[in-house]
């Protein structure tokens, strides 16, 4: 039995870039936190205002989303079993790898204060010989090249498959594939680099978008039944 490879794509994880650092709401915030604003996380909830006009604002700022899709992944049956490797790719171009046996702040005001850490040193314990994170600059294409192939890409648009049907076909090839799934608001989609890097796209609800920690939850779930994990 392979390891399925779990990609949380083009995620809503960033800190404030530079063009905000002057926004009011921005330094205040960070001030308030004792950092300065490049070291704080872009949160929508708190930063709406200075996201104004920010390119790509539809993507950006959602650390939450991040928060609940890598909690679901983790403590997945999958993951507990040794079965799942899990990445996140960020929208600035940056991934994350997260070895199978972290335990995420279920706080996430924890989460918000590690994310910042990991950005600002590059890996989590900062001085852990095998740390639980790090993070380095990568493109998504460049990641997929390392993954197994078939590359799936659930997206919002693509052809309509049930979840049952991918999970068995992922069972199938005894967890040797890569899912790439949505990082951000379910109001958004995968980039067109983000589907010329994968090798199918699909949807798995056709009535309605789903957020992306059910989606997650949903599948790692099924997998499991399928490889009797649970």
């Not at 779990?6 to 205040?28: C, F, N, Q």
């Not at 960070?30 to 909830?45: E, I, S, T, Y």
């Not at 600035?92 to 918000?112: A, H, K, Q, W």
């Not at 990991?118 to 001085?127: A, N, T």
Request: no cysteine; net charge positive.
């Amino acid at each position: 039995m392979g390891r399925l490879v779990l990609v949380i794509g083009e995620a809503s994880l960033e800190t404030v870039p530079r063009e905000l650092w002057g926004h009011p709401a921005v330094y205040k915030y960070a001030r308030r936190r004792g950092k300065q604003p490049g070291q704080v996380l872009l949160d929508h909830a708190v930063h709406h205002q200075a996201m104004k006009g920010l390119p790509g604002a539809e993507k950006r700022g959602r650390p939450d989303i991040v928060h609940m899709v890598m909690l679901e992944a983790l403590s997945s049956p999958l993951n507990l079993e040794g079965l799942l490797t899990l990445y996140v790719h960020t929208v600035g171009d940056y991934v994350i790898e997260v070895d199978p046996s972290t335990r995420l702040p279920r706080n996430y005001m924890l989460f918000t204060g590690l994310m910042e850490q990991l950005f600002e040193v590059g890996q989590v314990p900062p001085d852990s010989p095998k740390p639980l994170m790090r993070v380095r600059p990568m493109t998504l294409p460049r990641l997929l090249e390392r993954t197994p192939r078939p590359r799936i890409l659930v997206t919002y648009s693509g052809d309509y498959v049930r979840m049952s049907k991918l999970a068995e076909e992922i069972a199938s090839r005894n967890l040797e594939a890569t899912l790439i799934v949505p990082g951000f608001p379910p109001t958004a989609d995968f980039s067109d680099e983000a589907v010329r890097a994968s090798d199918v796209q699909v949807r798995v609800y056709r009535r309605a978008r789903l957020d992306p920690w059910t989606i997650v939850s949903h599948l790692l779930a099924l997998i499991a039944q399928r490889v009797e994990v649970i």
